[in-house]
């Protein structure tokens, strides 16, 4: 991000809303070729949840954005490990970014669900070692956006006070999208002169209120910036974003506008129920007839996130 400022000028949202509606007319245009022949060309991601994938008639489409907003403790990073097992299982390399653990972490809470991340290869962005065979998952936490930040201020010749800043740039949407096509790259899925991965590649990035914590007016220009940057038709991503309950409002408010797709989770004020009553809803996901009613969610060992409907 650039260091200029923290404010955004109305001629910056104008040139931002300008590419965002290009590229949203892009999208739109096959609107010429017959419905039942859109809707066969439309292939569905598997989002690892049967129950989910049901709700949306087979999965998320192709190349979405999904924004998984939601309370803490609702079950969003889980979600984010069954979509990332659901690609293992079927090949798709995997790019993930969290914010939140260590990537250890996440391996340990999946495995009580059944899902053992270790019998994939798996690569750290941080990591010194030699890189070896392609690995089937990139994992970016906290340390691999430290080192990219790093490398970026090394590489682009500026004044010492600016590569001081840089360098510790690490939860900056420049550095994420340094990272996640470093991480394309360790994947072998880039050919040169084309610009989406040539095989298709699950992104998970748990959380992008990481990158706005300490700005939240800035969330929505982040998500247009990362959007622009990081947005391909082969790459089917979740977004995480934390709900702030004292404003009742999304810290992720930017990204419920630019996604495809919002899964909003969130549960029962506990201080009168007395019990953790988890729910989700489909609050919108293009090309899909989806489900629009709301989910009971269980988290259950062994098994992970499981939803039943409310009826
Ligand atoms: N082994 C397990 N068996 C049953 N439930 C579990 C198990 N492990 C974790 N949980 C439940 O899952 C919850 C955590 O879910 P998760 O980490 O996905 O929440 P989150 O929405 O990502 O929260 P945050 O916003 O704080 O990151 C725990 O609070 C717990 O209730
Ligand atoms: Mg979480």
Redesign the pocket.
């Given at each position: 991000m650039s260091d200029k400022g923290i404010e955004i000028s109305n001629e910056e949202l104008l040139e931002i809303e300008k590419e965002l509606k290009s590229l949203e007319e892009r999208e739109k245009k096959p609107t010429t070729v017959a419905k039942s022949r859109i809707e066969k060309d439309i292939t569905r991601i598997s989002t690892g949840v049967p129950e989910l994938d049901k709700a949306l008639e087979g999965g998320v489409p192709k190349g979405s954005w999904v924004a998984i907003t939601?309370e803490?403790?609702?079950?969003?990073?889980?979600l984010c490990m069954h979509f990332a097992w659901a690609g293992l299982r079927v090949g798709d390399p995997v790019v993930y970014v969290t914010t939140?653990a260590e990537f250890r972490d996440v391996i340990r809470?999946a495995k009580?669900f059944g899902m053992d991340f270790e019998q994939y290869k798996i690569y750290d962005i941080s990591s010194t070692k030699e890189l070896g065979e392609i690995p089937n998952i990139v994992v970016i936490d906290i340390f691999g956006l430290l080192k990219v930040a790093r490398q970026m201020s090394e590489a682009i010749p500026t004044d010492v006070e600016t590569a001081r800043k840089r360098r510790f740039a690490a939860l900056d949407v420049q550095t994420l999208t340094a990272a996640i096509q470093e991480a394309y790259k360790i994947l072998g899925v880039l050919k040169e002169g084309i610009k989406s991965p040539v095989r298709h590649v699950r992104l998970i990035i748990d959380s992008m209120s990481a990158f706005w914590a300490d700005k939240p007016a800035m969330a929505r220009k982040y998500s247009y910036d990362l959007k622009i940057a990081a947005h391909r038709d082969n790459v089917t991503t979740y977004l995480v974003s934390?709900y702030a309950m004292t404003t009742k409002s999304t810290f992720g408010f930017g990204l419920e506008h630019i996604a495809d797709g919002v899964f909003y989770?969130w549960m029962d004020d506990v201080e009168s129920t007395k019990e953790?009553a988890r729910y989700m809803i489909i609050k919108k996901m293009r090309m899909t007839n989806h489900a629009r009613t709301a989910f009971r969610v269980e988290?259950?060992?062994g098994k992970g996130f499981v939803l039943e409907s409310l009826k």
């Open positions: 939601g803490p403790g609702t079950g969003k990073s889980i939140e809470q009580l934390q989770l953790v988290i259950l060992p």
